[in-house]
């Protein structure tokens, strides 16, 4: 930071300093100003310039070192100055101050406000994109955030200053008249029949209602908006209609259902989607299969003989194939039929917010009305424009589970959850594998150690692991598939028979006609949703992977119920999405499962913490079980034992993480996990040990000291001093 804003930053300070050091809190409190109503009064009728000068200028420091009492002040002007001068007053000087307190932010604490307020100053940035100055506008007039908060996170958005200063001065108009007004009413009690008096009673009513008020007029006007140009029909034929039968879809319909409201499920492929059909379902029965292979591998861990696996890889893959059909039936046609959902098998394309053209799978079309739709079209595996990839017959997460042979060098692109789950499981099932990421390390949400700790597990499996490695071609040499990495500047060559790219997923949109609704996907394929999944409008919703930014089957399912809800009676009241408490499992062996925070997340987002850990390989159920190993690690608040995040690596680490998430979800603090009764042997012992870590960690040692005194005393005073001694040691 330069000379001149250390010596600006250092001037803030102090006078913050100053008005916490000489009470400006207790100063500007309405008690404080009725106090003193009566001399400030009689001082400002003979002296109104001076006296309005000095208060614009106490509103304007305030206002631009961002202190509490704006309301205060705001009230006191239509006390002391009526509601003509009051009004001028306050708008003159909040405009200024928010004005001030934008430019500190820019020039002065742009990297510390960046980092603290990451989340807020993203979420502005996206309404000041999607609606420009109109979203500052309906801020002013509805304040979602603190004013302060506003004036600091638009000094690191990209909006001008005259711009920021003039929206401000007009959307603040209504809600200072509103506070100056009210002002002006405090000023006239002068006994308790003036409470009640109709002028009192109705500023205040006014103050209380003008925030509703305001709302509906913000949302009539952000409607407007948004529906110009399309004519409403005068009725419809569903009051939800949801594209895409996966796992989003199959909730919101699902929602929709049980609420008995008239609902229709558009779907072009299969029932359940990606997750029953090529993601969640048949890859954790391919990981099953190769887990009993590596038991098999090394029964020896458990006293008995060692085998060689043997088995035919169609009949493993023809197994994944029988679980799906087994639970195909809880996504199907005909349960949902009976749940009173029209299933129709099809595609569809936008032509309103309300409406969409059909073409049945039949070849049928047919146009559909719905008060509220839903966007629920999943997503589907990224293909990197690598060179050469094409003619590789590249495999991925959707036609992998058609593999009608076992591959004999499977080359794996991509680090992350899907890559390393299959890498692993392909190469305990008799595959060469030879795993390659971009990056330095692998699993790049999670903490170091953790990858660390996965990166070790799959070496031990006998996969090739190249980290730092990344992929620039796919060429033939001599007749063997050969990928051309590129490691510190070097070529390196990398022969193979398959490869399967694991490297991201991208947003299924394609079909939909979304440029007729002005929507424009993200790079990524994903739909920009605002908090209550609306998409554009407020009657058009997205959900699951369509929306991101979670790629989960159980964060489609969450996003799901809001979208829904929100759909049916979002007229009466809107529900925000909240991510606070997502969990998610990698199920490598070791698993690695996660809620909340990482360490990394924690320093990045400026979130002080304390970490306790447990080590598995303590865990008696793990020792008896030869699974020994990994650890369980917490985040809490320094000095308290609410949990912040926790992640467990090792064995059973998906339900294991069930009882953190339980816990941060209602606000249960390590102590009263301490303090729960669990069963002898088990895994979830370990969440109490964890707990006990963090209890022993915070012990108070004064307290236990003289504990330690008093049942000294208490063994009597006739001890030998030798005995005296040696137990005083064993205490210490």
């Known amino acids: 930071m330069s000379k001149p804003k250390l010596i600006l930053l250092a001037i803030i300070v102090v006078l913050v300093a100053a008005f916490l050091l000489l009470g400006g809190p207790e100063l500007l409190t309405l008690e404080n100003l009725q106090r003193h109503q009566t001399s400030l009064d009689q001082w400002i009728s003979g002296h109104l310039l001076l006296a309005v000068s000095v208060y614009v200028l106490i509103y304007v420091v305030a206002a631009a070192l961002s202190l509490p009492g704006a309301a205060v002040l705001t009230l006191a002007a239509g006390a002391f100055f009526g509601n003509a001068v009051g009004l001028l007053a306050v708008s003159v000087a909040s405009t200024i101050g928010a004005s001030l307190a934008f430019l500190v932010a820019r020039f002065v604490l742009r990297d510390t406000l960046k980092k603290k307020y990451a989340n807020t100053i993203k979420r502005i940035d996206e309404g000041i994109d999607r609606d420009g100055v109109f979203y500052l506008a309906s801020m002013r007039l509805v304040p979602a955030f603190p004013f302060f908060l506003i004036n600091l996170a638009m000094g690191l958005s990209s909006m001008k200053l005259r711009t920021y200063a003039l929206v401000s001065w ?87 259902a049980a609420v008995k409201a008239r609902v229709a499920l558009i779907e072009r492929d299969r029932m359940g989607g990606d997750c029953l059909n090529t993601g969640c379902v048949p890859s954790k029965a391919l990981i099953r299969s190769a887990r009993a292979a590596d038991t098999l591998r090394h029964a020896d861990r458990y006293g008995l003989d060692s085998v060689p696996v043997s088995g035919s890889f169609t009949s493993i893959m023809a197994r994944v194939k029988r679980v799906i059909r087994k639970i195909e039936p809880h996504d199907s046609v005909e349960r949902y039929q009976s749940l009173g959902v029209d299933c129709i098998a099809g595609s569809a394309a936008f032509v309103s917010p ?34 050469g990839l094409d003619a590789m017959a590249p495999l991925t997460s959707e036609n992998l589970w058609d593999l009608e042979e076992q591959p004999q060098h499977l080359l794996v692109m991509g680090g992350g959850p899907i890559g390393c789950e299959l890498s692993q499981a392909f190469a305990r099932l008799g595959v ?277 005194k008093f049942h000294r005393w208490r063994l009597g005073a006739g001890r030998s001093a030798d005995r005296v001694r040696k137990q005083d040691e064993s205490v210490t």
Request: net charge negative.
């Open 170 to 256: 007009v959307a603040m108009l209504p809600g200072t008249f509103v506070f100056v007004n009210a002002g002006t009413q405090l000023a006239q009690i002068e006994s308790m029949g003036d409470i009640v008096s109709a002028d009192l009673l109705l500023s205040f009513a006014l103050l209380g209602l003008f925030p509703l008020i305001a709302k509906v007029v913000v949302d009539i006007i952000r409607r407007r908006r948004a529906y110009r140009g399309f004519t409403k029909p005068e009725r419809f034929d569903y009051n939800l209609l949801v594209i895409g039968g996966g796992s989003a879809g199959l909730v919101s319909a699902y929602i929709g």
């Open 354 to 387: 309300w409406e969409v053209d059909v073409t049945h799978n039949d070849g049928r079309r047919e146009r559909l009305s719905a008060r509220s739709i839903v966007v629920a079209t999943g997503g589907k595996p990224f293909l990197p424009p690598i060179p």
């Open 432 to 708: 060469t594998v030879t795993q390659v990421e971009a990056m330095n390390r692998l699993l790049m949400k999670e903490d170091p150690e953790v990858a660390e700790l996965v990166a070790d597990s799959l070496r031990l499996d006998g996969i090739d692991l190249r980290l730092g490695h990344k992929v620039v071609e796919f060429t033939e040499e001599d007749g063997e598939r050969v990928a051309v990495c590129e490691r510190n500047g070097e070529p390196v060559r990398i022969p193979f028979d398959r490869v399967l790219v694991a490297v991201g997923r991208a947003g299924n949109t394609e079909g939909l006609n979304l440029e007729a609704l002005g929507i424009e996907p993200r790079r990524n394929g994903t739909v920009p949703v605002e908090e209550d999944m609306s998409v554009g409008f407020p009657n058009v919703f997205a959900c699951g992977d369509v929306a991101g930014p979670y790629q989960f089957t159980h964060a489609a399912a969450h996003q799901a119920w809001y979208a829904a809800v929100n759909g049916l009676f979002g007229q009466f009241r809107r529900f925000r999405v909240d991510y606070r408490v997502l969990p998610w499992v990698t199920f490598t062996a070791p698993e690695v499962a996660r809620v909340g925070l990482s360490e990394e997340e924690a320093q990045q987002q400026g979130v002080h913490y304390e970490v306790t850990r447990y080590g598995l390989d303590d865990l008696d159920r793990a020792i008896a079980e030869d699974e020994d190993h990994g650890f369980i690690k917490v985040l809490t608040a320094p000095g308290k034992d609410r949990i912040l995040g926790a992640v467990v690596v090792g064995t059973h680490a998906a339900e294991i993480l069930a009882e953190f998430t339980l816990a941060m979800k209602h606000g249960i603090g390590l102590n009263k996990i301490l303090g729960t009764i669990h069963p002898y042997p088990t895994w979830n012992e370990s969440a109490k040990f964890a707990a006990g870590q963090w209890k022993q960690a915070h012990a108070p040692e004064g307290v236990l000291g003289w504990l330690a």
